[in-house]
Structure formats: structure tokens, C-alpha cells
């Protein structure tokens, strides 16, 4: 049995009814025994899924089929297979609709015309990006929060200090960027659909020449691994948290509590926490065995 794979795809286009899309996404996955985490809104779709690969294609074939989601690059990577064969990296299937693909926090101030986004930043492949790089100085922008960019990031780049989307705005507003705005500005997240809402919302803030990674780090380091500009792992959004594109990934994190190298990331350890964070196993482990966690648990 060929180990399961994981597939990462977005696809902006105007919705007249995500609600009818729901339940035929539903279905399909459903019918053909492929979980993970599905979002539609009016702006279209966005979803991590995981699966048998002869299953994951009749899903591909099945949402291609839907005229608005025909032109839509599906992106493909290893995933973990279970003791019977199917993914372990997601348990179940959820597919909601809700007001943003991207909780950014301004669903009114998104525009989608039929050929997408409008007002974005210029894409870029991983190739066209060293090209530019070669020559102008950049600014690398992280669309991402800052437990992600701890662990894995382009050299050099701009982290703004968020641990959730929604404060980007409050950032890019309160002018602690504001000296960026004349300068060349290549954004770049997970796979592609955040800078898809960031680069407009910055364009609107007074930035003028920006531009986004296509198909995010995931695609850059399909092309060039760790012997490019990324330095690190990749956090993503399934039960395996991390990845790494070689096997000399570099240890760019900090474990917040002894300072070692580390692309650990551990949930908050009090149950009222919500929180991640940069924690090496070692410390992890301790805290695990700590009588405050005995008694919390």
C-alpha cells in the first residue's frame, strides 16, 4: 500500500452560496475517505486534506470539475501513515464556511474579481525570487505568527511579533513599518493564501512595490531545500507540526525556557492555555513531570 500523502491548496473566486459548496465538499471527501480541514466563504476556498493518493486524485478530479476551482494548484507532500495504512495526519474531516479564508479581521476590505485577488503583490517563483533578490536589495515580510517564523524564516527577514493574524492589521497600522513602504517588499507564509490577503491590505497601507512567494515555503523548498535563502523547519497545520525539506535542516528556534537550539513547538502546558511555543523535548519532558502538571491534568 503507497503511504498516504497530504494535499495544501487554495483558490480564491466570488461564491454565491458556500453554504451549497460545504455540503458538496463534505460529500466528496466523505465518499472517498479523504479528512483534514476544509474553509469556504464567499471568497472562495482554502484547505489542507489527507489521504490515500488514488483518492486524493478522484478528489482533485471531482473539485476541478466545479468551474471556479478548475485553475486551482494543488500542492502534494509525504504524509504519515497509520498502522492500517491511512493518514495519521488528520483524524477527522471538517469542512465550515466562514466570513474569511484568512481571519485577517477586514472581510469588507478584501476585493475578488474573477481572476482573484485584487491588488496583490506580484507573484513570484522560487527561481524568480533569486532573481530579484540578485537584483535589489529586499525586505523578506513574514505573513506568519511568531511561533512559526521562531523556528523557520528567510534570511534576515521582518517578523512582526504576532501570535495571530488578526493583529497584523494593528501592526502594519501603528507605523512600526512604515519605513518599508518606498522599499522593494517580498512577502511570503505556509503556502501562499495569507500573503494572498496580506500583500492588498498592505497595498492600501501606503506600500508600494510588493511582492508574494507563489505557493509559499512549501513550494520554495520543494525547488531548493536548505541551500537557498530558508533557513530552518516549516510549521504546519497538521499533527506533524514541523517539517524539514533536507537533512541538514539548520535549528534556528530558541527553547523559551533553556535557550537551546530547537524547532520543538509545545502546546502551553496549563490547560486554560491556548498557547504554543518554542520548547526543546528536554524541557518539555520536565515540565510534563512537574507537580503542577500532575495536579493540572
Known amino acids: 500500500m503507497a503511504p498516504p500523502k497530504v494535499l495544501l491548496f487554495y483558490g480564491f473566486s466570488p461564491l454565491a452560496d458556500p453554504e451549497a459548496i460545504r455540503l458538496w465538499q463534505h460529500t466528496l471527501c466523505d465518499s472517498l475517505g479523504v479528512r483534514g480541514r476544509i474553509i469556504i466563504s464567499k471568497d472562495g476556498i482554502n484547505a489542507t486534506l489527507?489521504?490515500?493518493?488514488?483518492?486524493?486524485?478522484?478528489?482533485?478530479?471531482?473539485?476541478?470539475?466545479?468551474?471556479?476551482?478548475?485553475?486551482?494548484?494543488?500542492?502534494?507532500?509525504?504524509?504519515?501513515?497509520?498502522?492500517?495504512?491511512?493518514?495519521?495526519?488528520?483524524?477527522?474531516?471538517?469542512?465550515?464556511?466562514?466570513?474569511?479564508?484568512?481571519?485577517?479581521?477586514?472581510?469588507?476590505?478584501?476585493?475578488?474579481?474573477?481572476?482573484?485577488?485584487?491588488?496583490?503583490?506580484?507573484?513570484?517563483?522560487?527561481?524568480?525570487?533569486?532573481?530579484?533578490?540578485?537584483?535589489?536589495?529586499?525586505?523578506?515580510?513574514?505573513?506568519?505568527?511568531?511561533?512559526?517564523?521562531?523556528?523557520?524564516?528567510?534570511?534576515?527577514?521582518?517578523?512582526?511579533?504576532?501570535?495571530?493574524?488578526?493583529?497584523?492589521?494593528?501592526?502594519?497600522?501603528?507605523?512600526?513599518?512604515?519605513?518599508?513602504?518606498?522599499?522593494?517588499?517580498?512577502?511570503?507564509?505556509t503556502g501562499g493564501i495569507r500573503c494572498e490577503v496580506l500583500t492588498p491590505l498592505m497595498r492600501k497601507r501606503g506600500f508600494r512595490e510588493l511582492y508574494q512567494l507563489d505557493g509559499g515555503i512549501a513550494t520554495y523548498g520543494e525547488a531548493y531545500g536548505d541551500d537557498g535563502l530558508w533557513e530552518g523547519s516549516l510549521y504546519v497545520f497538521d499533527d506533524r507540526i514541523t517539517m524539514d525539506f533536507s537533512d541538514h535542516t539548520a535549528l534556528v528556534g530558541t527553547c523559551d525556557a533553556c535557550a537551546a537550539a530547537t524547532n520543538h513547538v509545545a502546546d502551553c502546558g496549563d490547560v486554560s492555555c491556548v498557547r504554543q511555543m518554542i520548547r526543546c523535548q528536554t524541557c518539555e519532558l520536565r515540565d510534563d513531570r512537574s507537580p503542577r502538571h500532575a495536579v493540572a491534568r
Do not use: M
Open 50 to 189: 489527507g489521504g490515500d493518493v488514488v483518492q486524493l486524485k478522484k478528489y482533485v478530479r471531482g473539485t476541478r470539475a466545479y468551474a471556479p476551482f478548475k485553475e486551482i494548484d494543488f500542492k502534494w507532500s509525504q504524509g504519515r501513515a497509520l498502522d492500517d495504512g491511512t493518514t495519521a495526519d488528520f483524524p477527522r474531516l471538517s469542512v465550515r464556511v466562514r466570513d474569511e479564508l484568512v481571519t485577517f479581521g477586514a472581510p469588507d476590505e478584501l476585493e475578488i474579481g474573477d481572476s482573484g485577488v485584487v491588488g496583490g503583490g506580484t507573484h513570484l517563483s522560487p527561481a524568480e525570487l533569486h532573481a530579484l533578490v540578485e537584483s535589489k536589495d529586499v525586505v523578506f515580510f513574514d505573513g506568519r505568527n511568531q511561533v512559526e517564523s521562531a523556528i523557520g524564516h528567510f534570511a534576515g527577514a521582518v517578523r512582526p511579533p504576532v501570535e495571530t493574524t488578526r493583529e497584523f492589521i494593528a501592526a502594519l497600522d501603528s507605523g512600526a513599518y512604515d519605513h518599508l513602504k518606498d522599499q522593494p517588499v517580498v512577502t511570503y507564509c
